[in-house]
């Protein structure tokens, strides 16, 4: 926001009548409690929710019974002090969401800072430090059961990829379209290929699930329809919009594709300048080129928005390159609450924002339900010893960064002379080379690989490599068993003792784990077993929550 737009923002609150839940003002004539701010965080996110805003404001620098300005010195004369607010709201909420921006206004009256907050995720009521507040008028409080309930039951109403287009019949799909869903189709599904050349298009649309009962649904003219056909989605807009961009940012070319995404997304992929890259030679580390980005990794991102965009937000799916990097943004926040949680649980997610829609897009072999596309998007860029996915949540809407070349040397070296090292590993050592903070236990694991140096801010990535910098003998005791030999030590267990508690668990896997997991790692680890073995279907927990007695499903 420009400073006539910010003045004019703050204009505004002030003149708002009466008590308002989703406008906080506070004088913060020196510093502000750090708690305090959380606090307000959450409540504001979750009023603004509730009232159905798409923001709500933190203003510090303004009293609040007239509210004339004040001015404040919160975090004054340090930008960096005030933008790392952020990150510190974002390790305390859920989800790690946090301020949308933080602006400063100099004033003849005094300096006033304002925080921009978002509202609380579709069916995502938001916490801090794992405790949920709102507002009664003015005064800070807990969210109350109905408040909570009333946010996370946004999560299960209508699907609004699955409704149907009433008005609307195959003569507002492109032929073209259906012929590639066929011949995706039978790609996915090869031995039902015979059986697809029987059916009619409304057999097979039906078959699909990309109509129902012959009816067409908002999913169908998304990924099928022609472009004329975009009115039935009204006012919710269907466009995939590429932009390439200078060095400076000035836009040099556009173009803008709507329905039939089915099709589009390769026009997309054609419009993206995918040149090679050549490494720097070492001593042959690197081969000769490769293409800057792996074809995967842009059509998964680009299916990924496509899947997940919140439609009703009325926003396009924007793709913008520029010379060593792609942008994908879609409007709507991050179901799976962050990229760590898709990483580490390795998963399938349990909801998605438009099922009916990934359903359809999993059919036609555009997106991976089955929980591995982002992570198979990371290993390809690990692959390349290029910089990982890089995620951002904030705005209310998620951005993904690609980039197309090595960003540190040392970190590509890293990689390369260390192909032992764990996805989670390299996303720490993606963080070193990205300078995005660490957490301690994250330093202190990647200090005892001998894979950083240097004294906090200023951590850097080692040029010396674990086989290099006397790391040898701890290797072997740091280096963790295969997820199936823990799965074997625990199904052993069932059989020799009938059933085992959390307890016993961890009494058996404790000393197996590697010593590179520091503080609660091992015992998030072991959840994470458990919890991949009853998903599974190989154990069930025949106990209670706080009494559990896991058994063999299958004895």
């Known amino acids: 926001m420009t400073e006539a737009q910010l003045i004019q923002k703050l204009t505004e609150l002030r003149s708002l009548p009466g008590e308002t839940e989703i406008v906080e003002f506070k004088e913060a004539k020196t510093q502000y409690d750090f708690t305090k701010i959380g606090k307000y ?113 946004q999560a299960t109403q209508t699907d609004w990829s699955a409704t149907i287009c009433e008005d609307a019949t195959l003569d507002d799909l492109e032929p073209l379209a259906i012929a590639k869903a066929r011949e995706n189709y039978k790609n996915k599904f090869p031995e039902q290929a015979v059986e697809v050349d029987t059916w009619n298009d409304i057999t097979f649309l039906n078959k ?8 067409i649904t908002r999913a169908t003219i998304i990924l099928l329809g022609k472009p004329e056909s975009e009115h039935f989605l009204n006012p919710a807009e269907a466009k995939i919009r590429w932009i390439l961009k200078e060095k400076d940012g000035t836009e040099k070319d556009y173009a803008i594709f709507s329905c039939r995404f089915l099709l589009n997304v390769d026009e997309v992929y054609r419009k993206i300048r995918n040149l090679k ?16 980005y792996e074809p995967y990794v842009i059509r998964e991102a680009i299916n990924n928005c496509i899947a997940h965009q919140d439609y009703t937000n009325n926003g396009k799916v924007n793709v913008v390159e520029k010379d060593d990097e792609l942008i994908f943004t879609n409007v709507g926040s991050f179901i799976p609450g962050t990229v760590d949680n898709v990483i580490r649980e390795d998963a399938p997610e349990e909801t998605y924002r438009n099922p009916f829609l990934a359903t359809a897009m999993f059919n036609l072999k555009m997106v991976d339900t089955i929980g591995s596309g982002i992570r198979r998007m990371f290993n390809f860029q690990r692959k390349r010893f290029f910089p990982l996915p890089d995620y951002d949540f904030s705005g209310g809407k998620v951005k993904v960064t690609i ?38 236990e994250e330093l202190k694991l990647l200090r005892e690989k001998g894979l950083v140096e240097g004294k906090k801010p200023n951590i850097i990535i080692s040029a010396k490599v674990a086989q290099t910098t006397g790391q040898k003998a701890t290797y072997t005791k740091n280096k963790a068993f295969t997820k199936q030999q823990y799965f074997d030590w625990i199904i052993k267990g069932i059989k020799d003792h009938g059933s085992l508690s959390r307890a016993d668990i961890e009494g058996l896997l404790m000393a197996k784990l590697s010593d590179l997991y520091v503080g609660k790692q091992k015992k998030n680890k072991i959840t994470n077993l458990i919890s991949e073995m009853r998903i599974k279907g190989i154990i069930r927990n025949d106990g209670t929550d706080l009494n559990s007695k896991w058994v063999l499903v299958n004895p």
């Open 41 to 153: 965080f959450s409540a504001l996110c979750n009023e603004a929710n509730l009232k159905g805003k798409q923001e709500a404001w933190l203003v510090f620098g303004v009293e609040n019974s007239k509210r004339n300005i004040v001015g404040s010195l919160f975090r004054n004369n340090n930008r960096p002090y005030i933008d790392s607010l952020k990150g510190e709201i974002a390790d305390k909420t859920t989800i790690r969401i946090t301020f949308i921006e933080i602006y400063e206004l100099n004033l003849p009256e005094g300096r006033v800072v304002m925080l921009q907050i978002p509202a609380a995720p579709r069916g995502i009521p938001v916490a801090f430090e794992g405790h949920y507040y709102g507002r009664d008028g003015e005064e800070l409080s807990p969210l109350n059961i109905e408040e909570i309930e009333r946010i996370r039951k």
């Open 208 to 215: 699909a699930k990309i109509t129902i009962k012959g009816k």
């Open 277 to 292: 890259y050549r490494y720097i030679r070492d001593h042959s580390l690197f081969p000769e080129e490769v293409d800057k």
């Open 403 to 440: 980039t197309g070349k090595v960003l540190d040397v040392n970190y590509a070296m890293t990689l390369a002379q260390n192909p032992e090292l764990g996805l989670e590993e390299i996303i720490m050592l993606d963080k070193v080379q990205k300078r995005k903070p660490l957490l301690a």
